[in-house]
């Protein structure tokens, strides 16, 4: 469910600077934060140069990558081409785990997944939420992020989405094309749009 937002609630926040209204999931506007584009214009030229290197130097694009992402943990595998990781410090990534080409993550939000995950090709993860019933205040560029946690020993098919402020548990599959909305418990495989809780595992972790 979208957060309220008025003259009032975005009063109470006016005094924040960017970061600190990112990390209280408050109300901002992109278009009238240049620090924020400034990120997220670096790190697509910075995501597009590891993609070019990676077709001709994996080693070179995987150093490129651990330098380009400070929270990456131990053996972690991260497949090019990557589409786009817009705010590079936010993201956090546990020893082990096993991201597939094509990743896709926005915003600003935090996103944590945790350690010896599969995630599949084309996966998507989504921190920014829009008015919903407000067309002006959209047009005009209002969101806030929401961070998304994954836990450990997840496995996500190809095309997964989640949106914004989803916490999964840990040991949790999710099937191909699911679209994540809401939280998932441990120990479950879930599946569809929205994704829904089809067993528990049967080897709980």
């Not at 408050?26 to 077709?55: C, F, G, L």
């Not at 096993?98 to 995630?119: E, P």
């Not at 040991?171 to 067993?199: F, M």
Request: glycine residues 8%.
């Amino acid at each position: 469910m979208v957060k309220k937002i008025s003259a009032e609630i975005l009063q109470q926040s006016a005094h924040k600077d960017i970061f600190q209204k990112v990390a209280d999931g408050d109300w901002y506007q992109y278009v009238h934060e240049p620090k924020m584009q400034a990120i997220v214009k670096r790190s697509a030229q910075t995501v597009q140069h590891i993609n070019d290197v990676a077709k001709t130097d994996i080693p070179g694009a995987n150093q490129l990558i651990k330098a380009f992402l400070p929270n990456l943990g131990k053996d972690v595998e991260l497949y090019c081409p990557i589409v786009s990781i817009e705010h590079p410090k936010q993201l956090t990534i546990g020893e082990g785990s096993f991201i597939n080409a094509r990743l896709q993550v926005l915003s600003a939000g935090k996103v944590t997944i945790g350690k010896y995950c599969f995630i599949g090709p084309n996966c998507q993860l989504f921190t920014p939420n829009h008015p919903t019933d407000d067309w002006q205040l959209r047009a005009q560029g209002w969101e806030y992020d929401s961070p998304i946690t994954i836990g450990d020993y997840c496995w996500f098919g190809g095309s997964v989405i989640v949106l914004p402020g989803v916490t999964i548990g840990r040991n949790v599959v999710v099937g191909a094309g699911s679209v994540v909305t809401h939280d998932l418990p441990d120990n479950v495989i879930a599946a569809g749009n929205p994704a829904q809780v089809i067993r528990p595992v049967r080897n709980p972790k």
